[in-house]
């Protein structure tokens, strides 16, 4: 994909983008660079877990081989229970959990919302009008501000830019303040209510758009993509040996495939040298949201030689990305980790010696229990409502009975053979954060890192390991995530600088030790968050403040 990103790269910038190689990182000394760099570039890879990272840091040799001889943690957390994509984002650069952000899930319920509707998407304004699927992007429930709003704060000449393959990347990324927002709205790039489009942006549109008029032949598989090309069938088609061949004009295609991404940095590397980012008198901040990784994963699995290409090309962006910032010759500070994991679809994991995979069954769910619920104690209308995780009892229950009814959805939910602990938000809200590491938490501890009493439900329902909420595959989602265990949790956190001798620490330590760890790279002072600074120096020196 580093030819589709030059290519993309000559039309947005205007200027002429010539193939490089990636600048290898200079020798490094014992002490990590002190000076405060130009640049942060923080990237989110959606739905990159740490199981895929092991499973392919040894093919990588462009982009991710270059993170890879900086400061590396394989076992980064996402340490919620509420393992989603909205949630995720919020923590990477606000140095807080979900409990904190506001951000429980991707979608939650909100009774008393002015609209037939009553969910609620994690990035609208539901006040503009509309439903949860046709709305208006905004930050208005991010409750807490990102590193980027924090460097503004202290110095208003920092820039802060966000571009993503999914509005809630950008938007739970970029926080409060941006100067510039984009991500990807089904057909080109678009942005919050009332941005004016630049030329930069008008440029790389026409670029994206004049490649989906074309059709995408099939991408090279390689060699050790073999062994992972079979056929499996799920939801009534085929996956496994795909190679993205897509149709001109497929824009739904096009989402699921490396060319999200592709566009996603061609369009963050034209905002850099537009926007001259990190030349300016302080220092700047993107982030960039690459979200193919979780479409293919969701439609296509994890296993197949999609999944494999997809890594591949992921590497090669990132390669050509990193070789454009080299081209500037501006100090810059890498960050890059995930917003959650995932495992393959239940499917092929039955195939491959886990046949205690399972899709969740129909009667685990609020509206089934809900209605047997309502049928015994004599309560007409819903009982309980809610998606996934999140149960809520319905305004319409009397408060008379409202204990009875949230004792009894307890009870019910338990005595599903794939639910692992329901916690009644009582239960969690007298629950304390968790100080010890994250693999070690218990389950109400997790879900205690999720839980808002503002906009979580009146029950927190988890299933047990190996059970996914899909109740049916078919075409476009076949696997997901979102549990409480480590195959969704865990994820790899990667630093890089020119000039950083790098380390691996294989503990475990979480996504929200990135900001303060970034913002004690440009001396920014931060307190009451619920990560700490990592000390990225691999000598006896420390990169973190005093005390």
Not at 93 to 106: D, K, S, V
Not at 331 to 347: K, W
Not at 375 to 386: E, F, K, M, N, T
Request: aromatic share 6%; with cysteine.
């Amino acid at each position: 994909m580093k030819s589709l990103l030059l290519a993309l790269l000559a039309t947005a910038t205007a200027v002429p983008a010539t193939a490089q190689t990636a600048t290898p990182a200079a020798p490094a000394s014992a002490a990590a660079p002190r000076t405060p760099p130009k640049l942060i570039v923080a990237i989110s890879v959606d739905q990159f877990s740490a199981d895929l990272f092991a499973q392919y840091r040894n093919h990588f040799t462009d982009g991710m081989a270059r993170l890879l001889t900086g400061v590396v943690f394989p076992s980064g957390y996402q340490s919620h229970a509420a393992t989603e994509t909205c949630p995720g984002h919020s923590t990477i650069l606000t140095g807080m959990r979900p409990a904190h952000t506001g951000i429980i899930a991707n979608n939650w319920l909100d009774q008393k919302v002015g609209r037939a509707d009553k969910t609620v998407y994690c990035a609208e304004d539901e006040r503009a009008g509309g439903d949860h699927e046709h709305y208006t992007p905004s930050d208005l429930h991010l409750k807490v501000p990102t590193l980027g709003d924090m460097m503004k704060r202290a110095n208003p000449q920092s820039r802060v830019v966000a571009v993503a393959g999914k509005d809630r990347a950008a938007i739970m990324m970029g926080g409060h303040s941006t100067d510039q927002i984009w991500f990807w709205g089904g057909q080109k790039f678009i942005s919050l209510a009332g941005r004016q489009e630049p030329a930069v942006v008008a440029r790389a549109n026409a670029a994206v758009v004049a490649l989906l008029a074309k059709p995408q032949e099939a991408l090279p598989l390689p060699g050790y993509c073999k062994t992972l090309s079979r056929p499996i069938a799920v939801g009534g088609q085929t996956l496994g040996t795909g190679r993205f061949e897509r149709a001109a004009g497929d824009a739904k295609v096009f989402r699921a495939s490396p060319a999200l991404d592709g566009a996603v940095f061609a369009l963050a590397a034209a905002m850099i040298e537009d926007m001259k980012l990190g030349r300016g008198p302080a220092t700047d901040l993107i982030a960039v949201g690459a979200s193919a990784t979780d479409y293919v994963g969701h439609s296509l699995g994890t296993q197949g030689s999609e999944m494999c290409i997809q890594m591949a090309q992921l590497d090669e962006s990132i390669g050509g990305f990193l070789a454009e910032l080299d081209r500037t010759g501006i100090d810059y500070e890498v960050v890059l980790t995930a917003d959650h994991g995932a495992h393959d679809m239940t499917e092929r994991q039955q195939q491959r010696a886990m046949p205690m995979e399972q899709h969740v069954a129909p009667d685990t769910s609020a509206t089934t229990i809900g209605a047997a619920i309502g049928r015994d104690l004599g309560i007409a209308g819903p009982v309980l409502l809610g998606p996934e995780g999140d149960v809520y009892l319905a305004d319409s229950v009397p408060a008379t009975k409202r204990a009875q009814v949230l004792a009894e959805a307890k009870k019910r939910f338990l005595a599903q053979p794939q639910v692992a602990a329901a916690f009644t938000r009582d239960e969690l809200a007298a629950t304390r954060m968790a100080t010890t590491p994250p693999e070690t938490w218990t389950l109400i501890e997790r879900a205690r890192a999720s839980f808002d009493p503002e906009r979580s439900g009146d029950l927190t329902v988890l299933l047990r390991p190996r059970v996914t909420t899909i109740k049916a595959p078919g075409p476009g989602y076949v696997e997901t995530h979102g549990s409480p265990w480590d195959y969704d949790r865990r994820v790899p956190i990667l630093f890089w600088r020119k000039g950083m001798a790098g380390f691996e620490q294989p503990l475990s330590v979480e996504t929200v030790d990135i900001a303060p760890t970034l913002a004690a790279t440009i001396g920014l002072k931060v307190s009451g968050l619920d990560g700490r600074c990592l000390d990225l120096d691999a000598g006896a020196g420390d990169t973190c403040p005093a005390g």
